[in-house]
Nanobody, 126 residues
Framework: VQLQASGGGLVQPGGSLRLACKLS????????IGWFRQAPGKEREGVSC????????YYADSVKGRFTISRENAANTFYLHMNTLKPEDTGTYYC????????????????????WGAGTQVTVSS
């Protein structure tokens, strides 16, 4: 079971990035796939999640309207499309999976994730 995140980089404020999370070793019938981030000196926070069963999504208030989570079924890959990036979006972004469904409790961290991938760094700076 592996999750591999990619797509991070340096981008100017107002710019866009697309992160990808490639999953292998999963049968993705009933999983919540989530994106989390951690800025230097801060606690990890949830960004978004999606249910593999029905595509239900949830977003943290800080990214709502700017970020979109999506899935490419054939490739077992999940994306986080990030638009209108702000300096406060800077951090290491991680994808993670847990058996179950996406909900606010996944993004809030109330429900822990079962599997984690290595992070990808996103830096928003001029």
């Amino acid at each position: 079971v592996q999750l591999q995140a990619s797509g991070g980089g340096l981008v100017q404020p107002g710019g866009s990035l697309r992160l990808a999370c490639k999953l292998s070793g999963f049968t993705l019938d009933y999983y919540a796939i989530g994106w989390f981030r951690q800025a230097p000196g801060k606690e990890r926070e949830g960004v978004s999640c999606i249910s593999t069963s029905d595509g239900v999504t949830y977003y943290a208030d800080s990214v709502k309207g700017r970020f979109t989570i999506s899935r490419e079924n054939a490739a077992n890959t999940f994306y986080l499309h990030m638009n209108t990036l702000k300096p406060e979006d800077t951090g290491t972004y991680y994808c993670a999976a847990r058996l179950g469904f996406c909900s606010s409790r996944v993004v809030s961290g109330y429900l822990g994730m079962d599997y984690w991938g290595a992070g990808t760094q996103v830096t928003v700076s001029s």
